[in-house]
């Protein structure tokens, strides 16, 4: 079975790293509620698995365009540019400066338990976070990764996204398991 | 995607049929069923529970089975089951897909074989077997029978076979206990159409899934569990949040409480009475538990050869002697809440299911801790069953306007075993399913051509802290250096929440495909060997049966390829349509036959040939909907 895979086309957005989440969703829901496999329950034993198959399909899609890491990683899949998220490395030495210094923060506080410094360390990763993604926005919406040298930068952004991404999951379920 | 018939609304491509479909709630101690009655009869598309010939809607999750092989269920098994215990099962329900060791305390049953007939035969994947005078029985089959008697029940009733069911489960149930129950429905003959949550299904009935976006509690105190979820409901989407509970405590222990009173009332003990005579206290107790609902004091009494006392409960005295055992479920409430990271404040609805729940007390502080009155206008013992019917109703289409659609996530993380007893997770938690995900993996030694995965769910990191579903070895790997070799594993979740792993050697192109069951279920050979067992008929009506499905299940496919040829046969080239004409031929020159075999064949040969004409008529229909809506849309930015 072979399905559309680029998932900009299949959930009509724009092959961009801006999404309009809310058009995403309800693109989602419209085509779920057309190929979901409980609109097949009854119907041929063919038909059951292939809703299965496109369903899982369509689930995937949602999931990878409604997180920015996969979605960048995904835009640039489509470009031709593969990202290996295990091997690959930040060579930015401010970065990572930067990084080994929010790293022994965010130990300092769990270790003491320090909810109002976790909190404002959240609020800070968060903001660099976002302020990533807009980088990546720039770079990839208005380049289109036309020179090589792009590339480089745009790869270490989603690098630095990731870890981000990662860093603010940490901190959101440390913060939840102290307030309660 | 109709094969996938696309069809304009109203217009429908065959006639439209009514079809006999139902919804089960398969409970630990009583089980129900119910069907959304056919649109232009009396009660219009009202979902109602089908009852026995004696007028009685619940049926007792009990089995009793007896030397001639013979079984009876219901209260009849009920019945029997003080004077022949051990041959009588009842909470069953708790060894679905569960092996000896997570059982632990087998006495929390009600019924219960001594522990030296539970055999736990590791040969057999592990499945709890109960010896019982008819022979060796596992849950799946005592759950069959239930099964079994509501599907003919509701037959009767309705006036033909069951075409197709939702049967409900608790919403923590793992993979390996959706499985079992799925294997019991099969060795019922019943073709399930779904499985859905039990706290779902309650907020289905009361039409929640119409709400807007909000949180949902659903607190069910059966007669011996007593389970709460906490829901939320995003766009149609159920998700369960977190579930708690604890399933030792329920109905049955309000009945008791009342009898210890009586006792210690009537200065005698339990040693002093009779089996019988006990029977009947704990019946009296049961009946008043529900007098004082809507009394304020009730008689009781205790008549035995030995003691004669009369004396009167007063609600308020009630109050008392369950007020530790309310407190209970109230404070796994509040563990549900923090779990769920939620305040009680937050709740928009709370739901009662269970029989237990008509307790006014029950109902008092769960309205304190909500700040809120629970919904009650649906019969608590019903409810379940009753959304599993509407479900179901909307399932094998006969509610075609029906905008239920159930969107839902796995409950646990699958994943599996690396080097160091580690867990890769594959599939997360909260993922929604269905779900495919793949995964590739290398050998770690030189010439290795074998290698053994292993599948866990569960959040941990430590394979020792998970649950084992199943455990395979990929064999025939060509001899390569290691990390050479490319081994795709693939978990697909079905929408039932149910797992299907395959593991293949991709790059040298010898491919092994494993399918696996998870541990505590059946293997296809053994559900095989019960079927045979539970059919009472001759083997040429099982035959028959096999065949009649088959013939029906040829004509259908042939008849939705043929409408697809005759609105997208455009979509193929020439060799493509040559071969879905054969096949077609080849289905049709066998389904007059009646060689089972030679159908079911031709209908996945041409399952197999239609599949790219399938997938391409989905991409059209995609990309048609697009089309058709990007004018207007892209202008606004919405879709």
């Given at each position: 079975m072979k399905l559309e895979h680029?998932?900009?086309?299949?959930?009509?957005?724009?092959?961009?790293?801006?999404?309009?989440?809310a058009a995403l969703k309800k693109r989602f829901r419209t085509l779920q509620r057309e190929y979901h496999p409980d609109r097949y329950a009854a119907k041929t034993p063919q038909e059951q698995r292939l809703a299965v198959q496109f369903s899982a399909h369509l689930n995937t899609a949602f999931a990878t365009l409604d997180n920015p890491v996969k979605r960048a990683t995904h835009l640039l899949e489509l470009s031709g540019v593969t990202i290996d998220h295990q091997n690959s490395t930040i060579k930015d030495p401010i970065f990572l400066m930067q990084q080994m210094e929010t790293?022994?923060?965010?130990?300092?506080?769990?270790?003491?338990?320090?909810?109002?410094?976790?909190?404002?360390?959240?609020?800070?990763?968060?903001?660099?976070?976002?302020?990533?993604?807009q980088d990546f926005s720039i770079l990839f919406d208005a380049a289109q990764l036309s020179a090589s040298a792009d590339e480089k930068n745009v790869r270490d952004t989603v690098g630095k996204m990731q870890f981000f991404e990662k860093l603010t999951d940490e901190l959101t379920s440390l913060i939840r398991s102290l307030t309660q | 995607m109709a094969l996938l018939q696309i069809s304009e609304p109203g217009q429908s491509p065959v006639p439209h049929q009514f079809k006999r479909a139902i919804g089960i709630d398969l409970g630990t101690t009583n089980s129900l069923v119910a069907a959304v009655a056919n649109k232009g009869g009396a009660d219009n598309g009202v979902a109602n529970v089908i009852k026995d010939a004696e007028g009685r809607a619940i049926l007792p999750s009990v089995v009793h089975y007896d030397a001639s092989g013979a079984q009876c269920v219901g209260y009849e098994a009920q019945a029997i089951a003080v004077d022949d215990p051990y041959n009588t099962l009842a909470s069953f329900k708790r060894l679905m897909g569960r092996g000896l060791n997570d059982v632990g305390d087998t006495s929390q049953f009600q019924i219960v074989p001594p522990k030296d007939a539970l055999t736990d035969t590791a040969d057999k994947n592990d499945v709890i077997r109960i010896a019982t005078a008819a022979g060796e029985v596992t849950a799946m089959q005592a759950s069959a029978e239930i099964l079994k008697s509501l599907t003919a029940r509701a037959a009767d009733a309705l006036g033909g076979a069951?075409?197709?069911?939702?049967?409900?489960?608790?919403?923590?149930?793992?993979?390996?206990?959706?499985?079992?129950?799925?294997?019991?429905?099969?060795?019922?003959?019943?073709?399930?159409?779904?499985?859905?949550?039990?706290p779902t299904a309650a907020a289905v009935a009361?039409?929640?899934?119409?709400?807007?976006?909000?949180?949902?509690?659903?607190?069910?105190?059966?007669?011996?569990?007593?389970?709460v979820s906490i829901l939320q409901l995003s766009e149609?989407?159920?998700?369960?949040?977190?579930?708690?509970?604890?399933?030792?405590?329920?109905?049955?222990?309000?009945?008791?409480?009342?009898?210890?009173?009586?006792?210690?009332?009537?200065?005698?003990?339990?040693?002093?009475?009779?089996?019988?005579?006990?029977?009947?206290?704990?019946?009296?107790?049961?009946a008043t538990k529900e007098s004082l609902t809507d009394n304020n004091s009730v008689a009781l009494s205790i008549q035995s050869s030995v003691v004669t006392w009369v004396g009167e409960l007063s609600r308020d005295a009630f109050d008392t002697l369950i007020d530790a055992l309310v407190a209970a479920t109230i404070a796994a409430c509040k563990a549900s809440l923090n779990d769920a990271d939620l305040t009680a404040g937050e709740i928009a609805d709370v739901v009662l299911v269970g029989g237990s729940t008509r307790v006014p007390l029950v109902r008092e502080r769960v309205t304190a801790l909500f700040q809120q009155a629970p919904k009650t206008d649906v019969d608590p013992d019903q409810v379940v069953a009753l959304g599993a019917a509407i479900q179901a109703d909307s399932l094998i289409g006969n509610n075609r306007d029906s905008d239920l659609l159930l969107l839902d996530v796995i409950p646990l993380s699958l994943g599996i075993e690396t080097m160091g007893g580690l867990v890769e997770k594959i599939i997360h938690r909260n993922t929604s399913i269905p779900s495919t995900r793949a995964q590739e993996f290398?050998?770690?030694?030189?010439?290795?051509?074998?290698?053994?995965v292993h599948v866990v769910q569960g959040e941990r990191d430590l394979v020792s802290d998970c649950r084992s579903l199943a455990r395979f070895e990929l064999r025939g790997i060509p001899p390569m250096v290691a990390g050479a070799a490319r081994i795709e594993v693939v978990f697909n979740v079905d929408a039932d929440g149910i797992l299907d792993v395959s593991a293949k050697e991709t790059i040298t192109g010898v491919s092994t495909h494993v399918q696996v069951k998870p541990s505590y279920g059946l293997d296809e050979s053994e559900i095989a060997q019960m079927l045979k067992a539970s059919y009472s008929h001759a083997s040429e009506d099982r035959d028959a049966r096999m065949l009649a499905e088959q013939r029906v299940e040829a004509e259908g496919l042939v008849d939705a390829v043929n409408m697809a040829l005759a609105q997208d046969g455009n979509l193929l080239n020439d060799v493509e349509r040559a071969d879905i004409d054969a096949s077609i031929a080849a289905a049709l020159a066998v389904v007059g036959q009646s060689d089972a075999q030679a159908i079911s064949d031709a209908v996945a040969a041409l399952g197999r040939v239609t599949d790219t004409f399938a997938t391409r008529r989905m991409d059209q229909s995609v990309r048609a909907a697009l089309k058709g809506k990007s004018i207007d849309d892209v202008a606004d930015g919405s879709l």
């Open positions: 680029n998932f900009f086309i299949l959930l009509g957005q724009a092959q961009q790293f801006t999404v309009d989440r790293r022994e923060a965010f130990d300092d506080a769990r270790a003491e338990n320090d909810l109002p410094a976790l909190e404002s360390l959240f609020n800070q990763v968060n903001a660099q976070f976002n302020a990533c993604q | 069951i075409e197709g069911a939702v049967i409900t489960v608790p919403a923590y149930f793992d993979d390996a206990q959706r499985q079992a129950t799925k294997d019991a429905a099969t060795l019922a003959g019943l073709s399930v159409l779904r499985l859905i949550n039990e009361y039409g929640l899934d119409k709400a807007d976006d909000r949180h949902i509690v659903v607190y069910d105190l059966g007669g011996g569990t007593f389970d149609g989407v159920f998700e369960v949040l977190s579930t708690g509970g604890n399933s030792a405590l329920g109905g049955d222990d309000f009945d008791l409480a009342i009898v210890q009173w009586a006792l210690l009332q009537a200065n005698t003990s339990v040693e002093q009475l009779s089996a019988q005579e006990y029977r009947r206290l704990l019946m009296d107790a049961r290398t050998t770690y030694k030189d010439g290795q051509t074998a290698l053994a």
